[in-house]
């Protein structure tokens, strides 16, 4: 794929391979992104997208989740180790676990089925351009030492550029999960030692997949937009908010103990009731969130993440639209 730095990659010069075991999907993918101008390989086989993946010459795999014998985890880490692919994965079966799982395996984009075939245009497109920039950005590198003071001031610009796009979600403004996991390991080293509390928050749009079903992902990024600006109007300005996936956030509130913690993230769940998002059913969008506070619950980042993730799948088995303290509860 030929592109500058100036420039974006052309359809024509994007080349995709789509791998689903259902064949009625992988037939309707493959025809709408081949009439769209992509160059496109199919099959049905995890172990034959393996095979295709170490010719290296996929910029974007569009990979379902739920296949065998080769899984869809399994060409994934095919595509992210030996391919330096981009990954877009499609699923119909969409959880928090998985969605975590997917960011965790370096996943581009996650879209659910039934796909939005807008949605996945765009997503091709901009799983290709950042897989451009990351191959631009390898072959300067890999030339540095033979290359003067100016071409390495063009690797940081490109680096950058990478970095600023990637690091913030464009639907909230709001940094991503790994904005997020920059600052936790410091917050929680400096609370330590300093004997200051620090609260990690989960939180989950409640039926924001119905939203995004009803109404489309316009109405979903609208409701999206609505929830960080309240995170960023309840939140202090040393306070760290991000969006992980899908209608999920977490927060992370420095030298804040678990009664003020409960303070600030009730008016948040309060707020997103009372913004009066109509989910398409009569009923309005709510949000549920789960509370863990270091050193009372855990004192390392794996912990109070799990802890705070429990908190927040105890407040959503509750029926949603409430905020649940980690301490006491039985995952413990």
Same mark, same amino acid.
């Given at each position: ?25 992988? &037939?309707?993918?493959?025809? !709408? ?12 086989? $995890? /172990? ?7 010719? $290296?010459? !996929? ?14 985890? &399994? ?41 939005? !075939? ?8 901009? #799983? ?23 071409? &390495? ?9 990478? &970095? ?26 400096? @609370? ?66 678990? /009664? ?27 949000? @549920? ?8 619950? #855990? ?30 509860? @039985?995952?413990?």
């Amino acid at each position: 794929m030929s592109t500058d730095l100036g420039g974006l990659p052309r359809p024509e010069d994007i080349a995709v391979l789509v791998v689903d075991d259902d064949y009625s999907v992988l &037939e309707v993918v493959t025809e !709408f992104l081949s009439g769209a101008g992509y160059r496109v390989s199919a099959t049905t086989s $995890g /172990a034959d997208a393996c095979n295709l993946l170490r010719s $290296g010459r !996929f910029h974007v795999l569009l990979a379902d989740l739920r296949m065998s014998p080769v899984s869809g985890w &399994e060409v994934i880490r095919a595509a992210r180790e030996e391919a330096k692919t981009e990954v877009i994965v499609m699923t119909g079966y969409a959880s928090l676990d998985s969605s975590l799982e997917a960011l965790h395996q370096g996943v581009f984009d996650f879209l659910q089925k039934p796909l939005d !075939f807008e949605r996945l245009d765009r997503a091709v497109r901009n #799983a290709a351009n950042h897989n451009a920039l990351t191959r631009r950005s390898r072959e300067l590198l890999e030339n540095l030492s033979a290359r003067n003071r100016e071409l &390495e001031e063009e690797v940081r610009k490109i680096r950058g550029e990478m &970095e600023a796009r990637s690091l913030f979600d464009p639907v909230t403004g709001l940094p991503d999960h790994r904005g997020l996991r920059n600052v936790l390991a410091g917050e929680i080293a400096r @609370s330590l030692r300093h004997h200051h509390p620090l609260a990690l928050v989960a939180l989950s749009l409640d039926r924001f997949e119905a939203l995004l079903e009803r109404q489309g992902e316009e109405a979903g990024n609208r409701a999206l937009a609505r929830a960080a600006a309240i995170l960023r109007e309840d939140l202090r300005r040393s306070d760290t908010a991000c969006r992980v996936a899908g209608g999920e956030f977490e927060a992370l509130l420095p030298m804040t103990a678990k /009664a003020e913690a409960e303070r600030v993230i009730g008016r948040v769940v309060g707020e997103v009731r009372r913004a009066g998002i109509d989910v398409g059913d009569g009923r309005v969008l709510t949000c @549920s969130a789960g509370i863990a506070v270091l050193p009372d619950d #855990a004192e390392s980042a794996e912990e109070l993440l799990r802890l705070a993730r429990g908190a927040l799948r105890e407040a959503q088995a509750r029926s949603g639209d409430r905020l649940v303290l980690a301490s006491g509860l @039985s995952f413990r």
